[in-house]
Structure formats: structure tokens, C-alpha cells
């Protein structure tokens, strides 16, 4: 007998558009048929960037600084320094274990300090700082697998009904049929989001012990710094040759490993 069940749809009434992340973008058509798929390396390249330009500008207030804070005690510049060289250190030494983390699938970091903390706010950071240079997605894709190796090397296993799948609105019809096939086939509720904080209330409401989320690059950061500090997720990316928010496509069988990553 062919299986007429049908995936279980988590529905909620509507906030922060899902896709606001797009809102100055022009109409024209994305480089690389909307891929922006990039090395992992590159992320880390700009974290680096990022933290260079944190400590650069900190040192310059300090210098700037230096001579006031010694009128009030002499002793303030010197521990002021101090206290940066301490910060430095400390930063380049945990973007080398992070690296390593990477290279070795081990969580060599607690959670708290790699992908369920430290690395959600340096994510954040790097993308604004990428903004600026106008690398922003490429920067984020790069982020995103680096965030997930981090986060499948500390994966456990979860029931069907404790897992949640959220997916964006702005899917084709035929990727969010596969979509929709592999919820199905796994028996697991997925959430179809029109907004980003209907999502972060499915989340909420149904209290899943694990989360595969699909979404662009811009909304699946935004999303991680929001959510994944408190509940294990796993992120995917989006091909946009549409553009951003129709139209879009998923590696579905990426999206179907991610899902059994949790299941089994």
C-alpha cells in the first residue's frame, strides 16, 4: 500500500520578515547564479581580519588615551596594555584551537566557547566587518560550514519527535516538495517560515532538542546567533537564481544528511 502520510506542518499566526537581511538589493542578477559557495579558510581569514582590527583600534585609543589616564594614576596606561596583550593572546590562541577543532573534527573547545558561543558572536562580528568590504556572503557560507563541522563533532542523537526542521517560504515548489518528502520519510514536524521570529517562536513552542535550519547566508547567521546558543542546530545554505526570497534551491541530499546526522 503506497504511504499517504503526509509531513507534520508546524503552523503559527505572525514581525522581523524573514529575508529582511535583502532589503537593499537592486534587482540584479547574483554572481554565480546565486551560489555563493567558499572555502572554509576564507572565514577564518577574516576572523583573523576582524580581530586585528578590534585590537588595532583598541590600541589606538589606549595610546591616544594614555596620557590622561596617567594623570589620574600612572599606573592605568601600563595595566591598560597589559590587559590588551593578555586580550590578544588570549584571541589568537583560541582562533588556533578553533582551527584545529576544524581540521580534526574533535571538539577540542567546550560548546560555550566554540559553536554554541564564542564562535555565534565571531560569526556575527565577521559578517559586519565583510559587509563593509562587500564580501559578506561568500564570508558567511564559509562561517556556516565551519559553524557545522564544529557542531556534528558534538551531534547526538535525538527522537524523531524531538527534532525540528525550518525552512524558509521563498523555496521552489520542487525543492520544497523534496523538502517536504524527506520531513515525511523521516517522521520528522518542519516549520515552514515566513518570518524570522515565527521561527525563533517554533523554536520556542515546541522546545526541539535539535534543529536542521534552512535558510540564505544572511538569515541563517542572524538565525545561529539568535538560537544556537540554546538548542543544538545544523545550517544550510541556499542557491538563489532568482534572486534572494523566490525560487530557491537546497542541496537535498545534504539537507537529508543533516537530518539523519541527528535521527540516524
Not at 114 to 120: F, H, I, K, M, T
Not at 188 to 211: D, M, N, S, T, W
Not at 240 to 264: I, M, N, Q, R, Y
Request: charged letters at 20%.
Amino acid at each position: 500500500m503506497a504511504d499517504t502520510r503526509r509531513a507534520q506542518l508546524v503552523q503559527l499566526t505572525s514581525d522581523r520578515r524573514l529575508g529582511h537581511e535583502w532589503d537593499e538589493w537592486d534587482g540584479t542578477s547574483l554572481p554565480n547564479h546565486g551560489s555563493f559557495d567558499s572555502p572554509p579558510s576564507l572565514f577564518f581569514a577574516w576572523a583573523l581580519g576582524t580581530g586585528a582590527l578590534v585590537g588595532t583600534g583598541t590600541a589606538f585609543g589606549i595610546f591616544l588615551l594614555a596620557p590622561r589616564l596617567a594623570l589620574i594614576n600612572p599606573a592605568i596606561p601600563t595595566a591598560a596594555w597589559w590587559t590588551w596583550s593578555v586580550a590578544t593572546a588570549v584571541f589568537l590562541a583560541w582562533w588556533v584551537l578553533l582551527g584545529l577543532a576544524y581540521v580534526t573534527r574533535r571538539p577540542l573547545l567546550p560548546g560555550k566557547l566554540a559553536e554554541r558561543g564564542a564562535l555565534l558572536g565571531l560569526m556575527y562580528w565577521t559578517s559586519r566587518v565583510a559587509k563593509w568590504f562587500k564580501h559578506r556572503d561568500r564570508v558567511e557560507n564559509a562561517a556556516v560550514k565551519v559553524y557545522n563541522r564544529l557542531a556534528l563533532a558534538r551531534a547526538r542523537k535525538v527522537g524523531k519527535g524531538e527534532m525540528l526542521l525550518l525552512v524558509p517560504r521563498c523555496l521552489s515548489k520542487e525543492t520544497l516538495d523534496g523538502v517536504l518528502s524527506i520531513a515525511r520519510k523521516h517522521d520528522v514536524p518542519i516549520f515552514v517560515a515566513a518570518r524570522g521570529k515565527l521561527a525563533r517562536q517554533a523554536i520556542r513552542e515546541r522546545r526541539p532538542r535539535a534543529v536542521v535550519a534552512v535558510a540564505c547566508e544572511r538569515d541563517l547567521v542572524s538565525g545561529l546567533h539568535d538560537v544556537a546558543g540554546r538548542v543544538p542546530v545544523l545550517g544550510l545554505t541556499m542557491m538563489l537564481p532568482s534572486g534572494p526570497c523566490k525560487g530557491a534551491e537546497v542541496d537535498l541530499a545534504h539537507f537529508e544528511e543533516w537530518v539523519e546526522a541527528f535521527t540516524g
